[in-house]
């Protein structure tokens, strides 16, 4: 049980390293190419899902088991970290509650999807 658990954090901590290994790329892209808000709102959907494909990933290939429960669960931990880190950061509800469903369904269907595929 308790290797579980640190397999799991570790392989959310990895989708958090990819973000934000991802979301500073894209600031280094808005910079130097002055992208519109569009553009730069869609990047960060694309880094919301391949992050989370990539943990999902690589918790089905580590546990063999239950692949889509793992990444399924791995999409949920890290949509509740972004929601806990919205709600410190003084975000209101209705500005979460704006994007939430679609955010949500993004994360646990990534996850899930990418433990499917391992």
Known sequence: MKKNISSFLKFLLASFVFS?????LLAFLLYRFHLSDSIVSAGVIVIYVVSNF???FL????KGQQKYLW???????YF??????????????????QN???????????????????
């Open 20 to 24: 934000v290994a991802l979301l500073f």
């Open 54 to 56: 990539l943990a999902g």
């Open 59 to 62: 918790a089905g290939k580590t």
């Open 71 to 77: 990444g399924l669960g791995i999409g949920a931990a």
């Open 80 to 97: 509740a970290v972004l929601l806990l880190v919205s709600f410190v950061s003084g975000q209101s509800p209705s500005d979460i509650g």
């Open 100 to 118: 939430f469903v679609m955010t949500m369904f993004l994360c646990l269907a990534s996850g899930m999807l990418g433990g499917m595929v391992s």
